[in-house]
């Protein structure tokens, strides 16, 4: 079965943009979570998302945020990009109810 | 989440067992503990999980001590490919799955010699 996807791999953005990163999970995978990574901060988590429905949160900003479709996808939004929000952005997977998740290999956001 | 502690790094030469250690003292009842791994610039991979009872799988074996307040995670035989960074964490796992978050760590660097 297909593993999880994230589009696109790397993206090159500059102060001020905003950026849309999305997460297609495992086929039967109704749970999707967001992590950030950086050098500095390690893996932090930002949401996941279970339903549609936002139902955990990190300690982010409001300039992150994210939506999940009927279809299990996910996008993770980030406005006004700033230079510390270059970082690797993870997606992890699962059903809901089980006891492991699937991370998809990242987006490599860099702002300029 | 409990928190827990783990080395800088470690090595091990190829072929060898490598022993991994976690201490995660406060941990509660209803925790389990869980490792993933994660090779450079790839995503954290899942790796094994327990709660009491040691566990293994094709990937590794987890040892839980009595008292739950530290455990060890086995490689077997170590491969240049399992060279990564290991995470040791503690989290609830509701049957709901109400909580998915994971709190990672710095986590063990494992280097595996030839």
């Known amino acids: 079965k297909a593993g999880v996807t994230q589009t696109p791999r790397y993206l090159i953005k500059t102060r001020g943009q905003q950026v849309t990163l999305s997460c297609s999970p495992i086929s039967g995978h109704r749970s999707v979570s967001w992590y950030q990574q950086t050098p500095g901060q390690g893996l932090q988590f930002l949401f996941e998302?279970?339903?549609?429905?936002?139902?955990n949160k990190g300690n982010f900003p409001g300039r992150f945020s994210g939506r999940q479709f009927s279809n299990s996808r996910s996008e993770m939004n980030v406005s006004t990009l700033e230079l510390g929000d270059s970082a690797l952005y993870l997606c992890?997977?699962?059903?809901?109810?089980?006891?492991?998740?699937?991370f998809g290999p990242g987006t490599r956001l860099t702002v300029t | 989440d409990a928190k827990t502690t783990q080395p800088t790094s470690m090595d091990c030469a190829e072929g060898r067992a490598a022993n991994l250690p976690c201490n995660h003292s406060t941990i509660s009842g209803n925790e389990y503990v869980y490792w993933y791994r994660q090779i450079h610039s790839q995503g954290p991979q899942y790796i094994i999980h327990?709660?009491?009872n040691n566990e293994t799988n094709e990937m590794a074996s987890l040892i839980i001590t009595e008292d739950r307040k530290s455990s060890t995670l086995i490689l077997p035989h170590a491969t240049l490919r399992d060279t990564a960074v290991y995470y040791c964490?503690?989290?609830?796992?509701?049957?709901?799955?109400?909580?998915?978050?994971?709190?990672f760590g710095k986590g063990i660097t494992l280097s595996v010699r030839p």
């Open positions: 327990g709660l009491k």
């Open positions: 998302y279970f339903s549609e429905t936002q139902r």
């Open positions: 992890a997977t699962s059903t809901g109810n089980s006891y492991e998740q699937y």
């Open positions: 964490i503690v989290r609830v796992a509701g049957q709901s799955g109400a909580n998915s978050k994971l709190t």
